[in-house]
């Protein structure tokens, strides 16, 4: 399904993505345990609207399904479960929890 890029970058930045300006495109990375990820995704300066085979790159990008996608940005999908997604999925590590 076709998404509006701002509905996109606005789901990015509020589900732990920070925005990195490149030349072509706006490049967003994954911060995880206050860490930049190797998980990125990118849109370009110009667009508008993003076409069926886009979402279906990001999603990849993001290594999301089709559909997870489009619940990520209509914000079904919480960054919460997005994040046990990518655990579960050997994607990130878990988080280490602090010895006291």
């Known amino acids: ?8 970058k606005k789901a990015l930045t509020r589900k732990g993505f920070e ?12 911060i995880y345990n206050g860490r930049k990820t190797n998980i990125a995704t990118k849109i370009s300066h110009n667009c508008s609207d993003i076409n ?24 079904s999908l919480k ?5 046990e997604m990518l655990v579960a999925n050997a994607q990130l590590d878990p988080l280490e929890e602090n010895p006291q």
């Not at 925005?19 to 994954?30: A, I, N, T, W």
């Open 1 to 8: 399904m076709p998404q509006k890029a701002r509905d996109v």
């Open 52 to 75: 069926d085979s886009l979402c279906s790159i990001m999603a990849r990008q993001m290594r999301l399904r089709n559909l997870d996608f489009n619940r990520f940005v209509d914000c």
């Open 79 to 83: 960054l919460e479960r997005y994040i």
């Open 19 to 30: 925005e990195s300006k490149g030349r072509d495109h706006h490049v967003y990375f994954l």
